[in-house]
């Protein structure tokens, strides 16, 4: 009986490896166990093999300091101490280096772990830099209409719920009020009608 029951114990501890390996191997964010003193990777899986271009056996002769541009080292490992005290638990877009040496932004979560008697963390890697594109390139946009609409000769209004929420300084002299009398103070169309 008590050889049965050990069998089934190891039979349990065997499934539930392989369900959390197949959890490791197969999410998309990056993932690697760092040893907390000495900052090198003891373990990856292949999203953080793909997104910064090594192979398992290349990852885990790295460390820290391998995968941060140099102008970046000392912030890179003050956040990493940082998120070893509890202190912060996110970084974002925060600047990667892959193999090729380009760099790309990535939002790095990291929690403190125990691996068998060494002090770990549990970095999650995400690449953001398509998110860190599409906000450049938002705010690029909104400037020029922004410039557009304040240096135009036409009048420029964004009404929402009745109300002027952007008023441009052509609109103002044509109606002859200042932006801050017309900025959401009373519905258009008693400005209009006067």
């Given at each position: ?28 964010d990056g993932i690697v166990v760092v040893d907390a003193e000495s900052r ?56 990667v280096i892959r193999k090729d040496g380009s760099v790309f932004h990535a ?75 017309l900025m959401g103070a009373s519905t258009v169309l008693e400005w209009v009608?006067?």
């Amino acid at each position: 009986a008590r050889d049965a029951a050990l069998k089934q114990v190891i039979g349990a501890l065997h499934e539930s490896e392989g369900k959390f390996r197949a959890i490791f191997e197969c999410v998309v964010d990056g993932i690697v166990v760092v040893d907390a003193e000495s900052r090198k990777f003891l373990i990856g899986n292949p999203a953080i093999c793909r997104m910064l271009g090594y192979t398992l056996q290349e990852i885990v002769r790295l460390g820290v300091t391998d995968i941060h541009p140099k102008q970046e080292l000392a912030h890179a490992i003050e956040e990493f101490e940082r998120r070893q005290r509890g202190e912060t638990q996110l970084v974002a877009a925060f600047p990667v280096i892959r193999k090729d040496g380009s760099v790309f932004h990535a939002d790095m979560q990291l929690a403190p772990i125990r691996l068998g008697e060494a002090d770990c963390a549990l970095a999650i890697i995400r690449d953001v830099s398509e998110r860190r594109r599409a906000e450049q390139d938002l705010r690029a946009s909104e400037a020029k209409f922004r410039s557009l609409a304040e240096e135009g000769l036409a009048g420029v209004v964004i009404i929402q719920d009745g109300r002027f929420q952007y008023v441009n300084l052509a609109m103002t002299r044509m109606l002859g009020h200042s932006r801050e009398d017309l900025m959401g103070a009373s519905t258009v169309l008693e400005w209009v009608a006067e």
